[in-house]
């Protein structure tokens, strides 16, 4: 089974909003904004480059980084994986940016079947809580900023759900106050 890892930023009280600077989000560019720049602290997202075999993006953010991501070098190795997004009202992938499209939660428990490695989510935050949900997350690579937002979209839902046990399978902190924590969810057998 291909393992499904939530990549995000968050701040410390859990929200992943705008954090490179979207338009409307009133703290939109936390992750910059007063925040010293380490580079030792983005390690992780050169890995997720390299061991990365697909991506998958909630509509939302899909229709963000579409017109972006194919132009950024930084994002080279990325712009050659294959790409889904989950939509049930998308009609077609931006041709900039060829994607599959996928209508619902069972179609990615159906993608994680294939053969393949890793498939990483990026920001999409109502569709990480939906597969968070729904059981289908391995793993979390977040990147957690010292800073306290308020209101914004969460990582996780507030569903009423039994508890989801993590494992801290690596972590660091840095001299700006960002910490890197990986984690591996704990399903049951």
């Known amino acids: 089974m291909r393992p499904l890892i939530i990549t995000a930023f968050v701040s410390l009280d859990g929200v992943m909003e705008a954090p490179g600077g979207e338009p409307g989000y009133r703290n939109s ?3 910059f904004e007063g925040i010293e720049f380490d580079p030792a602290a983005y390690e992780i997202k050169g890995r997720e480059q390299q061991e990365s075999t697909a991506l998958l993006f909630g509509r939302t953010s899909y229709e963000a980084f579409a017109p972006v991501w194919p132009t950024m070098e930084e994002f080279a190795q990325m712009n050659t994986l ?8 998308l009609e077609s992938d931006d041709d900039r940016w060829p994607a599959t499209i996928l209508r619902s939660v069972d179609d990615v428990a159906a993608l994680k079947e294939t053969e393949g490695g890793p498939i990483l989510v990026q920001g999409s935050a109502s569709l990480g809580a939906s597969l968070a949900d ?4 391995d793993r ?6 010292p800073v306290l937002l308020g209101a914004g979209k969460r990582l996780f839902s507030e569903a009423d759900k ?4 993590l494992r801290l399978v690596e972590h660091e902190a840095y001299g700006n106050g960002i910490q890197k924590q990986v984690f591996d969810v704990v399903h049951a057998d």
Do not use: E, K
């Not at 294959?82 to 009202?89: G, I, K, N």
């Not at 729904?134 to 997350?137: D, F, I, N, Q, S």
């Open 134 to 137: 729904a059981g289908l997350v």
């Open 82 to 89: 294959p790409r889904y997004v989950v939509s049930t009202s």
């Open 162 to 165: 039994d508890s989801t046990r």
């Open 29 to 31: 560019g936390w992750t």
């Open 140 to 145: 979390y690579h977040l990147l957690v900023f």
